[in-house]
């Protein structure tokens, strides 16, 4: 349901107060017209965008109730504190809206509404990357979980780790605007390039229809009889250099010994097939 105009504009006044999530993905991002505008916002000069009309906003709002019940009800795991407000004990300026976090790990659950085309869960992870991280940040947890749902009925569960490094350039670039805000000075982009945050394996894939997996899939099971054939002759040929050995040759292959006492092993064109051993 859309809220009231009195409900918006109490929302959008309380926002004011403090950096969220969705602020943050701004603050990381490189759109400086975006940028401008959220630092105005947050100054009380202009007012928020009108999202009653945005119908993807929207789509959003209305999946999330079915987003956290399909989430559910495939884990087993249960939600609690849906769209709890929780402040940063520290930075006061810092807080999250979540919508909910995992009751059995105190993961930070977050709800989203994708649309098919281009979807992957590396962009959508990158997407997010900057709100996730600020709301594991605020409340102190140790993950998140990135439950979304797409247009063409997929549902994707990813989990992503707390990552300090990026944490600790997201406040860097949170508390510049932050002071940005107080002191009425324009902001810039901040140019920082967070490192990206692995996102934990989570699922099988088919690659059955893959034409380059089975070239050398094919190519790999030719070839590994050989290869361990390979792996045991370049031991062997090792061993038998004699421990005083400096060099060792013999039927087109020469043995080095370094000078840490690794022996490497070198083919010799040139050379005659049985070649006597020179010691």
């Known amino acids: 349901m859309i809220p009231n105009q009195r409900h918006q504009d109490s929302f959008a006044s309380d926002r004011r107060a403090f950096i969220g999530g969705s602020d943050a993905r701004i603050i990381m991002a490189d759109d400086e017209a975006a940028l401008l505008r959220l630092w105005q916002e947050k100054r009380g000069e202009i007012e928020p965008l009108d999202l009653s009309g945005d119908l993807l906003v929207q789509l959003g709002n209305a999946t999330e109730p079915l987003n956290r019940y399909w989430y559910e009800k495939n884990t087993g795991h249960t939600v609690r504190h849906v769209q709890r407000r929780v402040t940063h004990p520290v930075h006061r300026w810092m807080a999250a809206t979540l919508d909910g976090r995992v009751e059995a790990s105190g993961a930070v659950f977050e709800a989203k509404f994708m649309l098919p085309w281009n979807f992957s869960e590396e962009a959508a992870a990158e997407k997010h990357m900057a709100q996730l991280q600020h709301n594991m940040w605020v409340t102190a947890a ?44 324009r902001p810039h982009l901040f140019g920082i390039e967070p ?49 005083d050995a400096r060099e060792a040759a013999g039927h087109g292959l020469r043995a080095k010994r370094s000078k ?18 020179q010691p």
């Open 260 to 277: 840490s006492g690794a022996i490497s092993l070198e083919l010799l064109k040139d050379e005659p097939p049985h070649a006597a051993f």
């Open 142 to 185: 140790r993950a998140a979980v990135l439950s979304i749902i797409t247009g063409g009925g997929k549902w994707v569960e990813l989990t992503i780790a707390a990552d300090p490094l990026y944490q600790h350039l997201l406040l860097t670039a949170e508390k510049k605007f932050w002071c940005c805000i107080e002191s009425g000075e």
């Open 195 to 243: 490192p990206r945050p692995r996102v934990e394996a989570t699922r099988t894939v088919d690659m059955s229809a893959s034409n380059a997996w089975a070239e050398f899939a094919g190519l790999f099971r030719q070839t590994r009889t050989a290869a361990l054939q390979h792996e045991r002759a370049k031991n062997e040929l090792k061993a038998l250099v004699p421990e």
